[in-house]
């Protein structure tokens, strides 16, 4: 993977119906050649899985992260369809350990009630024997509205295939194409609904790292922290998870082994503003419906339109 690849998953992510002329600008290469490396993505299973979800604000979302131990005597493979079976849990990544069991999650939840019943039903589990949960820091806006019956119309269609062609979605939908692009131009202004190539960093050969860092306020803040991640590894660190409440932070690394892996590991752990750091390497992942998803589904689920 180089800087290209990762452009295009940032952007693929951010909006997955982008076209291949717009990437091409943005990475300046031809069209044609971006979409050899989009196919070769999707091949690889870098971009795993293409849907629609609520925006985060427009349903009053928050995200978590957890680290959830156990005995070991679970069947790893069983436990994570145990765990993804809540509609609060969207990812999990298993890690390698030394004892026990070892897992990283991901998920988002609506209100302290919520979080609360995650947080029991995790802990409720008979394997589970420690869980740490911290909200993720965040900037979400609220969004208020409701959609047209034109624009529930096109993404109930889109639910199917987010990819789709404004030429199929009107043949779909009996709408003029016309009307598909405004209702498309009216739900992207409106920023409720993300169109999303969701990736899977560790596809293929990728070695797919953690590092949980606690940083010293007094020397560098969070910002800066931030702006030295990404000035030293421009390639390799892809997503900061900062806590809410305390100087911590999951940070999500994409390398080439586990030499490398090392490599950044102690860079990071001798930084002077760096107070302890924890690697944790995911050798498998999977994927569930994020509570923002699961939402969007409902609603399009209820529509008769």
Wanted: charged share 20%.
């Amino acid at each position: 993977m180089d800087a290209i690849d990762r452009t295009i998953i940032q952007m693929a992510y951010a909006n997955c119906r982008i076209s291949y002329e717009a990437l091409a600008r943005i990475v300046k290469l031809t069209p044609n050649a971006v979409k050899n490396r989009v196919h070769n993505l999707i091949d690889s299973s870098v971009l795993a899985q293409f849907l629609i979800t609520y925006a985060p604000g427009a349903i009053n979302a928050e995200s978590y992260q957890a680290v959830v131990l156990t005995s070991g005597k679970e069947i790893s493979t069983d436990f994570v369809e145990l765990m993804g079976s809540s509609p609060l849990i969207g990812h999990i990544s298993t890690l390698a350990t030394v004892r026990g069991g070892a897992y990283l999650l991901w998920g988002e939840f609506i209100g302290t009630e919520m979080l609360h019943e995650l947080s029991t039903f995790l802990r409720n589990l008979e394997e589970v024997e420690e869980v740490d949960l911290y909200v993720v820091l965040s900037d979400h806006e609220s969004l208020e509205g409701e959609f047209s019956n034109l624009q529930l119309k096109v993404l109930k269609v889109l639910r199917s295939n987010p990819l789709m062609q404004i030429s199929e979605i009107a043949q779909k939908t009996n709408i003029s194409p016309k009307s598909v692009r405004r209702a498309l131009r009216e739900i992207t202004e409106g920023g409720k609904v993300n169109f999303i190539a969701r990736p899977d960093l560790a596809a293929g050969s990728l070695v797919n790292i953690h590092i949980r860092i606690h940083w010293n306020e007094k020397k560098i803040s969070l910002q800066k922290l931030l702006a030295w991640l990404n000035e030293k590894y421009p390639i390799e660190f892809w997503s900061p998870f900062a806590s809410a409440t305390e100087p911590m932070m999951i940070a999500e690394f994409v390398v080439e082994d586990l030499q490398e892996a090392e490599k950044i590991s102690n860079e990071i752990q001798k930084a002077e503003f760096i107070d302890s750091s924890t690697t944790m390497v995911a050798f498998s992942s999977a994927k569930f419906s994020y509570l923002s998803q699961i939402k969007l589904d409902d609603l399009l689920d209820q529509f008769d339109g």
